[in-house]
């Protein structure tokens, strides 16, 4: 997203929404994002960032979206977008999400 708040950067952020299946998981969500913006012209400058959601309230369950906000970072500006990630109009993200919680 750009232009946010007068921020003219590339902005990804993740959401934790209310689901059918929320009652067969552990809350409050505990786990590492790791989001890699990739640089389609020299993966060697591609943009990697992560975060804990341990302590964060919105990895809480939801009980309905109430429109909270996500958890992100800012990437790029949107001039680095345009010359050094992007390729024929398009960017890659790639998130990886690794589930903290170790069974009983």
Do not use: H
């Amino acid at each position: 997203k750009f232009n946010r708040d007068g921020n003219n950067a590339l902005d990804i952020f993740l959401r934790l929404c209310v689901g059918i299946l929320d009652d067969s998981l552990k809350f409050p969500f505990l786990g590492k994002v790791t989001m890699t913006l990739i640089n389609l012209r020299n993966s060697n400058k591609s943009v990697t960032k992560y975060y804990l959601t341990e302590g964060v309230e919105r990895f809480n369950r939801r009980t309905e979206d109430e429109g909270l906000s996500g958890w992100g970072f800012e990437f790029a500006t949107k001039d680095e977008v345009l010359t050094e990630f992007s390729r024929s109009d398009s960017i890659q993200i790639k998130i990886e999400i690794e589930y903290l919680y170790k069974p009983a």
